[in-house]
């Protein structure tokens, strides 16, 4: 045997407690959908894990109407202190159920579970956790005292990061005194409606958080939904230019977080291993499917050679393979309409003359696979320089100066995210300064934290998710001459008590 | 399997484009890309988290026992305790002879004499199944000695019979910019460790990375001892806290990398110092595999410097062979 054949570490999946097939999460309980079930499958193995419901448009009123009932009821009547109560005890809960929500995650997504394990769940349970603290200190959301919630906010979310995804948009809203009608993506469905039973352990009131599954005319719904009053939405641009145009004119307050094809660029002074490593998780985490992967690397052209000879070596101890092995570092495409797209994108780039190469790696027969892809000699024209490919291809194009690299960067109808990779300080904020993107990242790749904004410009959408801006996006200024300055004491007798937790540890950590 | 004087000093020659000197390898030295500290740590830390298990995880054990340098580096060492650690080192787990030996034990030269005799037949090569002997020399640990006196240190040991030399450099040298005389340094201790006849004793290069402080000066004491014609580079003394750590260790071996894909040559690495568990030994053993590759896995490219960790591996050992795990009084002290 050889060492580096590790013997498998497979991630049980015996914590797991299933259903058969799941009902739409409407106003605190589970129902029945009046729409077609479909079967929600796991990409590495095609196999079905459960039945998903159809929300139909009578659905998603009921969904809309329970949630302002809630709004008008409780939610909003509800001191900011007693919903971070709430929050505080959903960040817990999901922190008690981690690794269950990891291995549901990664079964239904098909991302390696070390990444479900290590960064989402971790991440969903920080979002929780700072946005609960946010709650009882929306005077300092940057409107002016006394800021108001917006209503109903109707969340549109993608199969990329599914729970970490419904994290960045439920906790903000409920945050802020919003009530939610959630639509996870039609693949992974799975942690939503876990999340629905954590929410029923939190005893969170009824209403506050409904879910509706289904594809993408139940999120046409909701969007669309006359008595919904902020729209948010993570996922493609063309999707996004939808919504947008069926929103013009209306009241109604919208954040999109979009596509982005970001650019990594790489100076010949950069620390050069630890730029590899950056690279590859910057286009190969979540087997590329991230709207902020660093899709097309920018090398300076002194060092591209060594780059991508390094960049070679490294890729071939990647490990793909089986998304619940501990050891797995690429998992699998997450549908088959995905790893089309991917296919599709990269058999263009070959065709347009770019130069293809992928480590020998054995793909399992049953599922969605792709192996990690570079393509070099690509050429700003290239389709896999333009489109976002959202998949683990890199695409390596080069520069000779600092501001061609910034032309090149920008040039790109996204501007999501950048990265920079030089030792020298000064030339990353004189380079970070000039890129039109959201987020840039020096001497790093893909990190996240709650308190620090994230969103694009440019075709990447606008609105900000993540700290301050993220929480103002839920919220509205007091109106004129209303008593801004008086403390928002709740409506007395119509206030429910925040009711004990079911869940007997979130009751002793609630009493900490 | 030893790198020679002559063919080193031609090949730092040719690197740094002239002769060895201050300046020249400052350019050189220099002229290195930087480490990110934050980038290196986390890379050590994700290899940290593979999970090493059933099969593997008996291999590792195994494998982990022969990269030992079971060492004791005590003022109060003595020939009593030399032989109880070299008993030790012979058979590891009275109660499982399919244990396998230690690589080297390692000890303070005026301790060779005495290692060599308790070792006796089984003294010798480990890739041969031997155990070799290891001596630090060079006023180990502070190194604060005039050379004359280094050399002496280090040719006592050699003619005691110790195969392996563990050197300390001149860590104020380093630190004030005099790269040339760490360098010449060096060069004279392996000239040391010749033997009478001709062969060499295996040069360790010990860069107590606890004092040189940042990863880049890590990284430019690597160079700088590898170009000197060091055998193998090593992470500390065990007398300096930080010793060992993951991604110190990570970064030597990455130059290691380098410089085999320069110049052909394989160059050893040995963190020694605070490696207690299997777990952490584990980490290793895949910082290894995954940065440098399989075959670094041998006694000639590998070893850790240590005295506790033994036990914790025979116990885990232990615990694979009957399902369960026993305590410490169920392996010997020494």
Known sequence: MTFLEYAPAPESTGLLNLKDSYGLFIDGEFVEARGESFATISPATEKTIALISTASDEDVDAAVAAARRAYDSTWSRLSGRDRGKYLFRIARLVQERARELAVAESLDNGKPIKESRDFDIPTVAAWFFYYAGWADKLDHAGLGANPSSLGVAAQVIPWNFPLMMLAWKVAPALAAGNTVVLKPAETTSLTALLFAEILQQADLPAGVVNIVTGAGATGRTLVNHPDVNKVAFTGSTAVGREIARSLAGTSKKITLELGGKAANIVFDDAPIDQAIEGIVNGIFFNQGQVCCAGSRLLVQENIHDEVVARLKERLSTLRVGDPLDKNTDVGAINSAAQLARVTELTAAGEAEGAVRWSPSCDLPSEGFWFAPTIFTNVQASHRIARDEIFGPVLSVLSFRTPAEAIAKANNTPYGLSAGIWSDKGSRVLAVADKLRAGVVWANTFNKFDPASPFGGYKESGYGREGGRPGLAAYLKPAPLGSSAAAPATPAAPATPAVTAPRSTSARKKAAK | ?334
């Open chain 2, 1 to 334: 399997m030893t790198i020679d004087t002559l063919t080193a000093g031609a090949l730092a020659r040719n690197l740094v484009g002239g002769d060895v000197t201050d300046a020249n390898l400052r350019r050189y030295l220099e002229g290195i890309p930087g480490i990110d500290a934050v980038g290196l740590e986390q890379r050590a830390a994700s290899l940290g988290t593979r999970s090493i298990k059933t099969t593997s995880k008996a291999w590792a054990l195994d494998r982990i026992i022969q990269l030992i340098d079971l060492t004791t580096l005590e003022g109060a060492d003595t020939p009593g305790k030399v032989r109880s650690l070299v008993a030790k080192a012979m058979v590891p787990d009275a109660s499982d002879p399919t244990t396998p030996r230690v690589a080297a034990v390692c000890v303070y030269g005026d301790m060779v004499g005495d290692a060599v005799t308790a070792l006796g037949a089984s003294h010798g090569d480990p890739d041969h199944g031997g155990i070799s002997v290891a001596a630090v020399a060079t006023a180990f640990p502070s190194g604060r000695a005039s050379l004359a006196v280094k050399l002496a240190d280090t040719a006592d040991a050699v003619s005691a019979g110790a195969d392996e030399i563990d050197m300390v450099i001149d860590r104020g040298a380093f630190l004030s910019g005099r790269y040339g005389l760490v360098y010449d340094q060096i060069v004279a201790v392996k000239e040391a460790c010749r033997r009478a006849d001709g062969s060499f004793a295996h040069l360790k290069v010990i860069l107590e990375t606890g004092e040189l402080n940042t990863y880049d000066n890590v990284r430019r004491a690597s160079w700088l001892s590898i170009l000197a014609g060091g055998d193998f580079i090593k992470t500390s003394t065990g007398k300096v806290a930080p010793a060992a750590t993951l991604p110190v260790t990570l970064s030597m071996l990455e130059v290691v990398r380098d410089w085999h894909r320069l110049t052909g040559q394989k160059i050893g690495v040995k963190p020694a110092g605070g490696i207690r568990s299997s777990k952490d030994a584990i980490k290793y053993l895949v910082t290894v595999a995954e940065t440098v590759g399989e075959e670094w896995l041998t006694p000639h490219l590998f070893r850790f410097g240590a005295s506790s960790l033994l036990n914790d591996v025979l116990l885990q050992r232990q615990k694979l062979t009957t399902g369960h795990y026993s305590g410490a009084d169920y392996v010997t002290i020494d």
